[in-house]
Structures are given as structure tokens and as C-alpha cells.
């Protein structure tokens, strides 16, 4: 039976990562071994959807049903791709960082199984530039896969074959979003492409494509080591498995730990993350990355899952909250936000392009004492515009969200921007 | 033109992809990595290698921040400007970087020495306030671990620790 933190068990902060004699004797690969040997593709697919694993890049999609729209058998069209992203960018966010510096064979391996699965030809692990000691890592691991016959031709004697490359990127938040990753790979500048035909369809160069996060992909061995029943066991809640959560601001312990799917809000904050540091308030948190509503105090027994956040009226994103604090100004918070997703938009859709901009102008306004009578309408206007479905891809709705809160939570602390004509928190 | 030896790397790097143009923003970096920026000349010449056109691969170029199409310094300075690198006195450590250096976001310090840019959220975030020099994350940066930082690179105006010798403090100060 597995570990109750199966994706970190194998990492020791401070020490580098396995090797593959290491990680081979923890157990490693043997899911690879498995699923070459006694399972189909189609059936590791099945396995996947059964376990209920969800993406946990931020969307939360069901991983299986994913794999399960790959064209299949003779006639699809090849090569096959599979994409891991490791282009963690979301502000907030360190999670994916931990799975890549602690244990990079094990994303490996959770690539081959599900390149398997989906019977891709290609896979890339696309990594941020900034991700340096990863990407040093990422590298050896898979010179070491490949010696150990992982990788390249005639895998473990089967008849499978797969290549995987690493494709180190150069900056900007569009290349996280799934198809602005797809245009990046292949040489062009990250704008979304639009949807249908998705990815798993028509994706890179055009070929049928596969793109899951960094820690969707670390679950993969341990599912198939260990079946589905292990793997909602390790849940409190009824997504499945484990999460990796992390807490940053002004905490005693910022950090990242993996824990059962389902914890509280307050858990972790109070548990984990120490509490807030002496002489600061907890004010209110972003629960999962800069996309993401704000939740307030009274959210703090919610469980961090998909399902419960979403009732909270928030999403658990990437499940990496942000803590606001009570000497720390909202509507400064804010207008960091929105001057971030104002940079990073890709200007190629109007109300993104100029709302953005507009909205960031009018929070640094009331920062300045600029503030005027009406900025609040028009910033409430702008996450109506701005909303999802009015543009090309999900950049724009979810820069909105935190705003948007904003407004709903902390109006009183804006409307005294106004007022005062000062930000009183400088 | 281009020395032999990176020409062969970007024909390396052109064997991971199924079009030439999927190496190109790769084929950038490599460039980068040996003359610190892409000129137009380099760009030219890498737009014959990849079989694209100079427009086209300066449009590629230009979109992504980490390709430097003008001249940078020897160290490059990228500074965590997003929300909880904010909340940690993000604010106050640029005031200080640009004190020491003389140099706004954008610019170069007069000696050539450093470049000062700010960047999204480096995935440093339990160890904010963050930025990397060059190649080298450092976490928790203060006021008081600023100086000594710089100091490693050459900053001339900054003070060191005692003689000016790397100690092991420093790297205490490397995030991981
Ligand atoms: S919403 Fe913004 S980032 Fe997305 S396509 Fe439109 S302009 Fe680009
Ligand atoms: S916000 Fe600065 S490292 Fe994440």
C-alpha cells in the first residue's frame, strides 16, 4: 500500500533528488513496468477516469476523460504529443517548483505512463526559463531514463516507443494557458488559438495532443501502483487523492505540503502556515493563485476542493493561497493584480486589451488619491465586460475575479480611498 | 556571423521539433547565451538558419520577455514585482536596488555592469521578497541582505561582509 503523501515522500527539501538507482528502489518505474506489460493503453485511460483524478493546474478538469478524447488505433493521425507544463506562472504560485527540484523521475515517469495511454509518439516537458535548477535536474533525469531504457525505442522490450525533450521557454504568463503553450512550442508568439478543434484533437502542429500540469502528472504512477480505491482514500472530501497546498504573505511559516484533498482553509493557515506573524491581522486570502475571488474569514472552515471552493464562490485554482493581511492595502493588492494582467495580456481581443489597462490606471488612481466619484461603477462595469465569454480566452474573467471580490468584500476600504483622497494604509 | 559551435547547437536543438521554426525561440536563447542580447545581425542570421523570415522571428522575439533585443549589462537583475513579493517589500527593495545602482527598471548602470528588469512571480513566493541575478535565485531578500548580494556581482557602491569574500551567509540566502 502507498504513503499518505505519495508525491512527496521521496522528497527531502535541502538534498538533491533521487537518482535513478534511488528512485528505483523507493519503487520507481514500476508503474511504467506495469503498465507496458499488463495493461492496455485504453485500460490506464479507464484507470485514470476511475480514479477521479482533476487537473491541478487550475482548471480542475477530470485528467481520464482528457486522455479519453485522443483519436485511438490505426487510423489517428501521428504523431501523438504530450505536454507536461512546468511553466508555473500564476503570481502566488511554488508548488510545481517542489515536484521539480525534489523528484524529477517521477513526473518523467508519469509522462511515460500517460504518453502510453494515449499512445504519443513526442512528449515535452515545457519549462519556465526561470526554473534553472529544474531545469539542470530535468535534464539528468531523463539522460538517466533513457540509459536505463525508460525512454527512446522499444521501451522495457515492448514495442512502445517515446522521445521526450525538455522545451525551456522565455518568458510570459499566455504560455501557461494550454493553446498560447501549443503556439509557443512551435516557434511562434503565445496567443490562445481558438477552441474547437481542441487540443486533444488538432493541437500541436496540428496533431492530436495531450497537455496536463506538473503535479496531475506526478499522481500518475501512484495510481497505478496502487488502484483507485487507494487513491480516493487518500482524500477527506470527494475529489480524489492529494493536494499539494501552499501558503505566502504575511504568515509565520509560508510553505507548501502536501495534504489530503479537502482541508481546510483554516487548517492550513492556522496548522501549517503558523498563524499570521505577530502584529498582523488575517484580512482576507486569494485561495489558489491571482486568478482566483477573494474569500473572507467566514470561509474559513471550507474545504480547499474544487467543489467546495466553487460554492464558497471562489475556484481553488492552482490551491496556493495568498494571504491578505490587515496592514496591507486591498486596493493596492488588487492593483498589483490587475497591472500584472494588464502586462501579461496578449492584446489580441479589444476588452482584455483596453480594459485591463483601464482598470489597473483607475486602482492606481485611488492609490494616489486620484480617486474620483464613479471609479468604483466603472471598475464593477469593467468585470461585466471583462466577464467570461466576452473574450478570447481565460485570461480577462479571471483577472476579474479577484476584483471583482474586491469590490463585493472590501467596498468599504475603497469607498474611504475615494473620500479621503489618500490610501490609508501609506 | 555566427561561431561554428553554436550554429551546431541550434542544429541540435532544431532535431527536437518537426519544423525547424519549433527550435527558434531555443535558437534565441543559445544566441543570447553568448552575446548577452540578440542584435539584428544575429537575428538575421538565425532567421536563414530556421528557414523564417527576419520579421517573422523578431515578432517572436519581441513577444517574450526574457529575449533581450538590446544590449543588457554583465549581470542581469530580475526583480519579483507580483503579489506576495508585493506584500513582502518588494517596493522597498526596488527603491534600494535602484539607490545603489542608479538605474530604473529597463535600464543599465553606467559601468555596463548590471541590468535591472522586473519579472512575474519567480514561484518563490513562501520565500518573498524574491529575485534571481543572472542564473542564481535568492529568497527572502532584505535590506540587510541586499547589499552583500550585489556585492557578489561587483557592485562597487555597495558594502560587503568584512573583506568583501563570499561567506557562507550568503548563500543561506539562496532560496533553495
Ligand atoms: S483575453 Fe487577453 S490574453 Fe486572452 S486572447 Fe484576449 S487579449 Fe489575449
Ligand atoms: S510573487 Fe514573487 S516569487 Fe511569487
Redesign the interface.
Known amino acids: 500500500m502507498g504513503n499518505e503523501r505519495p508525491l512527496t515522500m521521496n522528497i527531502r527539501p535541502g538534498e538533491p533528488p533521487p537518482d535513478l538507482k534511488g528512485y528505483e528502489r523507493a519503487g520507481g518505474y514500476t508503474a511504467v513496468r506495469k503498465a507496458l506489460r499488463d495493461m492496455t493503453p485504453k485500460g490506464v485511460t479507464a484507470l485514470v477516469k476511475d480514479s477521479n483524478l482533476r487537473g491541478r493546474g487550475g482548471a480542475g478538469f477530470p485528467t481520464g476523460l482528457k486522455w479519453s478524447f485522443v483519436p485511438m488505433g490505426e487510423e489517428a493521425p501521428r504523431p501523438k504529443y504530450f505536454i507536461a507544463n512546468a511553466d508555473e506562472m500564476e503570481p502566488g504560485t511554488f508548488k510545481d517548483r517542489l515536484l521539480l527540484e525534489g523528484n524529477p523521475h517521477q513526473l518523467i515517469e508519469g509522462m511515460i505512463v500517460g504518453s502510453y495511454a494515449i499512445e504519443a509518439e513526442v512528449a515535452y516537458i515545457f519549462l519556465r526559463w526561470e526554473y534553472r535548477e529544474a531545469e539542470r535536474l530535468l535534464t539528468k533525469a531523463i539522460a538517466e531514463a533513457y540509459a536505463g531504457g525508460y525512454l527512446g525505442r522499444n521501451i522495457l522490450g515492448s514495442d512502445y516507443h517515446l522521445e521526450l525533450h525538455v522545451h525551456i521557454s522565455a518568458g510570459r504568463y499566455m504560455c501557461g494557458e494550454e493553446t498560447g503553450l501549443l503556439n509557443a512550442l512551435e516557434g511562434k508568439r503565445a496567443t490562445p488559438r481558438y477552441k474547437p478543434p481542441h487540443p486533444v484533437i488538432s493541437g500541436l502542429w496540428g496533431k492530436p495532443t495531450v497537455v496536463n500540469n506538473v503535479e496531475t502528472l506526478c499522481n500518475i504512477p501512484h495510481i497505478v501502483n496502487n488502484g483507485v480505491e487507494w487513491f480516493k482514500g487518500l482524500s477527506d472530501t470527494r475529489d480524489s487523492g492529494t493536494k499539494l497546498y501552499g501558503v505566502s504573505g504575511r504568515v509565520r511559516r509560508p510553505g507548501v505540503w502536501e495534504l489530503p484533498m479537502g482541508t481546510t482553509i483554516g487548517a492550513l493557515l492556522e496548522e501549517h502556515a503558523g498563524g499570521m506573524r505577530d502584529g498582523f491581522r488575517f484580512h482576507g486570502l486569494l485561495p489558489g493563485g491571482a486568478s482566483t475571488d477573494f474569500l473572507t474569514e467566514a470561509h474559513l472552515n471550507v474545504k480547499m476542493d474544487f467543489e467546495s471552493v466553487s460554492k464558497a464562490g471562489s475556484r481553488m485554482g492552482t490551491g496556493t493561497m495568498i494571504i491578505l493581511d490587515d496592514r496591507t492595502c486591498p486596493v493596492g493588492f488588487v492593483g498589483n493584480l490587475e497591472a500584472f494582467f494588464a502586462q501579461e495580456s496578449c492584446g489580441w481581443c479589444t476588452p482584455c486589451r483596453e480594459g485591463l489597462p483601464w482598470t489597473a490606471k483607475i486602482l492606481q488612481a485611488l492609490e494616489e488619491g486620484s480617486g474620483q466619484a464613479g471609479d468604483l461603477e466603472r471598475l464593477a462595469l469593467h468585470t461585466k465586460f471583462l466577464g467570461p465569454g466576452l473574450t478570447f480566452c481565460p485570461l480577462a474573467p479571471g483577472a476579474m475575479e479577484p476584483l471583482g471580490s474586491a469590490l463585493k468584500y472590501f467596498r468599504e476600504d475603497f469607498e474611504r480611498h475615494i473620500r479621503e483622497r489618500r490610501c490609508p494604509w501609506r | 556571423m555566427l561561431p561554428k559551435e553554436i550554429e551546431q547547437t541550434i542544429e541540435a536543438a532544431t532535431r527536437?521539433?518537426?519544423?525547424r521554426?519549433?527550435?527558434?525561440?531555443?535558437a534565441?536563447?543559445i544566441v543570447q547565451r553568448h552575446h548577452s542580447w540578440v542584435s539584428d545581425d544575429d537575428l538575421k542570421e538565425l532567421a536563414r538558419l530556421?528557414q523564417m523570415t527576419t520579421d517573422e522571428l523578431d515578432?517572436?522575439a519581441t513577444?517574450?520577455?526574457?529575449?533581450f533585443r538590446k544590449p543588457v549589462g554583465t549581470h542581469v537583475i530580475?526583480l519579483c514585482?507580483?503579489?506576495?513579493c508585493?506584500?513582502?517589500g518588494y517596493e522597498r527593495l526596488r527603491e534600494q536596488v535602484t539607490a545603489r545602482l542608479g538605474i530604473a527598471f529597463g535600464e543599465t548602470s553606467a559601468d555596463g555592469r548590471f541590468t535591472l528588469l522586473p519579472?512575474?512571480?519567480?514561484?518563490?513566493?513562501?520565500?518573498?521578497p524574491a529575485m534571481?541575478v543572472d542564473?542564481d535565485?535568492y529568497g527572502d531578500v532584505s535590506p540587510a541582505t541586499l547589499d552583500p548580494i550585489l556585492h557578489q556581482y561587483g557592485c562597487a557602491g555597495t558594502p560587503g561582509k568584512g573583506d568583501g569574500e563570499r561567506t557562507t551567509a550568503d548563500h543561506e540566502h539562496q532560496a533553495?
Do not use: T
Not at chain 2, 21 to 26: K, L, P, S
Not at chain 2, 81 to 84: D, V
Not at chain 2, 119 to 128: E, F, I, P, Q, S
Open positions: 527536437r521539433y518537426p519544423q521554426r519549433g527550435a527558434c525561440i531555443e534565441l536563447q530556421l515578432g517572436v513577444f517574450y520577455n526574457l529575449i530580475l514585482n507580483s503579489i506576495s508585493w506584500i513582502m519579472n512575474v512571480c519567480l514561484g518563490a513566493c513562501d520565500h518573498a534571481m542564473e535565485l533553495r
